[in-house]
């Protein structure tokens, strides 16, 4: 038997503070559900199932890193409950800010590692576009 680590997230929204979306990871996972207010705030319709008969939305067990992409900043807030540890991670937008999150597997939870890489920024002027 293998141990295998569940991943979830999405691209984020650009216009929101890491604040705001570190809470929105929270809250996502205490509900269960990628896109808890869908239809009303998003631009998506419900979904009654797919081809397993389940809404892809909803989170069946709790994923080991829940993400959101586009953020102003790095941050991670981790959600214990009896049986398992979420990391919520906001991951910067790279092209602004020029950092990228590592994420670490480890034999148990506790061995998880997850770290802000920070990379140099690139001129874009001095690289040259061959056709």
């Given at each position: 038997e293998?141990?295998?680590?569940?991943?979830?997230?999405?691209?984020?929204?650009?216009?929101?503070?890491?604040?705001?979306?570190?809470?929105?990871?929270?809250?996502?996972?205490?509900?269960?559900?990628?896109?808890?207010?869908?239809?009303?705030?998003?631009?998506?319709?419900?979904?009654?199932?797919?081809?397993?008969?389940?809404?892809?939305?909803?989170?069946?067990?709790?994923?080991?890193?829940?993400?959101?992409?586009?953020?102003?900043?790095?941050?991670?807030?981790?959600?214990?409950?009896?049986?398992?540890?979420?990391?919520?991670?906001?991951?910067?937008?790279?092209?602004?800010?020029?950092?990228?999150?590592?994420?670490?597997?480890?034999?148990?939870?506790?061995?998880?590692?997850?770290?802000?890489?920070?990379?140099?920024p690139?001129?874009?002027?001095?690289?040259?576009?061959?056709?």
């Open positions: 293998t141990d295998t680590a569940a991943t979830a997230g999405d691209a984020g929204d650009g216009d929101v503070t890491t604040e705001h979306m570190s809470r929105a990871l929270t809250k996502c996972l205490q509900y269960g559900h990628l896109a808890p207010t869908s239809p009303d705030s998003l631009g998506s319709h419900p979904i009654a199932s797919n081809s397993n008969g389940t809404d892809p939305m909803v989170m069946e067990c709790r994923p080991h890193v829940l993400f959101a992409g586009n953020c102003d900043d790095f941050r991670v807030v981790t959600s214990n409950n009896d049986e398992d540890a979420t990391h919520c991670v906001c991951v910067p937008h790279f092209a602004s800010t020029g950092k990228a999150v590592l994420v670490t597997w480890g034999s148990s939870d506790a061995d998880m590692e997850v770290k802000c890489l920070t990379f140099d690139v001129c874009r002027d001095d690289i040259s576009m061959q056709e």
